[in-house]
Every structure is written in C-alpha cells, then in structure tokens.
Nanobody, 130 residues
C-alpha cells in the first residue's frame, strides 16, 4: 500500500505560481512513477503530467507544457508540481497518483486508455482568479 497526501493548493491570481507537494508513505517511493491529475468543476479528471519511477523522464499534457514542471525527491518521499503562469482554466482539484515501476509517458498513455492508477491522494484545490 502507498498512501499519498497532496498539499499546497490555494487561491492564486492569474499569472502567478504555485508548488504542490505529494507526500508518500508506505512502500518504496522510488519504485513508483508519480503522476499529477486534475479535475475542474463539471469536468472529467484529466492527466496533467508525470515523472518516471527512475526519475529520469517527465511527460506533460499539451495544456500545461512549458508552464508546469514535475520533480521528485526520493529522500523526502515527495513529488512536486511546480505551476507557473497560472490561468483561470487551471482551476481544479489536483491529485497525485502512483503506479509501480512506470515511466512518465506510460502513465499518460495508460490513463488516456482508461487505466486507473493504483494509488491516489485525496486532492488539493487550486483556484486561479482572473
């Protein structure tokens, strides 16, 4: 079992920056690919980006590419989502998820094909005001 807890969500103005954290406990954090997802009001949950379990690769949705950066600190069992140049349409509940020994791109492709990652956090709300 892996337990995931997101934090860092808050109200921010458009154009601002925010960093979300995903703290993991349980099994070996370094063995898991970590993904970030979001769900806006009235919309389906969507893939934002991911980082490979090896930490060597990242993969992003087109909507956030160039603005968001995912990283991980295995010593702290934490993954991060750095969000810059935020837009009102980035408003959503943001979730992190873990999948064992999975690359970043594989997480995105798997999710697009309907696969649900094994472990999820409860989410943190990000609100971007215009």
């Amino acid at each position: 079992q892996v337990q995931l807890v997101e934090s860092g969500g808050r109200l921010v103005q458009a154009g601002g920056s925010l960093r979300l954290s995903c703290a993991a406990s349980g099994r070996t954090f370094s063995s898991y690919g970590m993904g970030w997802f979001r769900q806006a009001p009235g919309k389906e949950r969507e893939f934002v980006g991911a980082i490979s379990w090896s930490g060597s690769g990242t993969y992003y949705a087109d909507s956030v590419k160039g603005r968001f950066t995912i990283s991980r600190d295995n010593a702290k069992n934490t993954a991060y989502l750095q969000m810059n140049s935020l837009k009102p349409e980035d408003t959503a509940v943001y979730y992190c998820a873990a999948e064992e020994r999975t690359s970043a791109q594989a997480m995105g492709v798997m999710y697009a094909r309907g696969y649900v990652m094994d472990y999820w956090g409860k989410g943190t709300l990000v609100t971007v005001s215009s």
